[in-house]
């Protein structure tokens, strides 16, 4: 028997339906972009729709599958990422919640092609780690669950080339804030570079950091920073 803290669904219901709103009302996503997913036994997920604002949905709206993909109720067309979710809990168990969002500076970062890999501030060291660039591939594709899922297990989230970015985490909840850590991080970096005080923490400051790391229950590479 599995020993994974799997949530209720219907405690997974209600952190997607309130992680949909905070990340619309922050303005990571707009129209009916996005799509966060909860895994709730070894053997389902729920996931949101697809076509509806994410900071407007229901309940009702979630759908629950099975780990092919097969849908197991709900009315709503799952989320056309669901590839990408389900490579991702398969890669990694011991992930519960993935989010996929379009945050706007994070997003500039995938565009141009560039990981958000400079040591800046404390807290991206302790707490997120590197955010690398995982390879263009096309909106739902499997070419895009796989270069995605690349990263799970050694890092805390990704940037979709050209695309957007993906977190997740041990739970709905964690997966949300560090997405707002990859766009606060981001916001950080072009802030840098803008005002010319690209100015970063050195190698043994960096290594007391990871250290730290420990206090918080991360035992992932996340990445070297340069």
């Given at each position: 028997m599995s020993n994974i803290p799997y949530p209720s669904e219907s405690q997974a219901r209600i952190d997607i339906i309130e992680a949909g709103r905070r990340l619309y009302l922050r303005g990571l996503i707009c129209g009916s972009e996005g799509n966060l997913s909860a895994r709730i036994s070894e053997d389902e997920i729920i996931i949101t729709p697809s076509g509806v604002s994410k900071g407007f949905m229901n309940e009702d709206m979630l759908v629950r599958l099975d780990m092919s993909g097969k849908v197991l109720s709900g009315s709503g067309t799952a989320s056309s990422e669901t590839k990408m979710h389900l490579a991702i809990y398969e890669k990694s168990p011991n992930i519960l919640s993935v989010c996929h969002a379009h945050p706007p500076i994070a997003t500039t970062f995938a565009a141009a092609g560039v990981p958000l890999d400079k040591a800046y501030i404390q807290e991206t060291v302790m707490l997120l780690g590197v955010i690398p660039i995982a390879k263009y591939a096309a909106p739902g594709s499997?070419?895009?669950?796989?270069?995605?899922?690349?990263?799970?297990?050694?890092?805390?989230?990704?940037?979709?080339?050209?695309?957007?970015?993906?977190?997740?985490?041990?739970?709905?909840?964690?997966?949300?804030?560090?997405?707002?850590?990859?766009?606060?991080?981001?916001?950080?970096?072009?802030?840098?570079?803008?005002?010319g005080f690209e100015r970063t923490l050195d190698g043994d400051k960096i290594k007391e950091l990871i250290a730290l790391r420990k206090n918080w229950g991360i035992s992932a590479s996340l990445g070297e920073f340069i």
């Open positions: 499997q070419e895009l669950a796989r270069s995605a899922s690349d990263y799970c297990q050694d890092y805390h989230g990704v940037l979709l080339e050209q695309h957007g970015a993906l977190t997740w985490g041990t739970s709905v909840m964690e997966a949300l804030y560090r997405m707002e850590n990859v766009e606060y991080t981001a916001k950080i970096t072009m802030y840098s570079t803008i005002l």
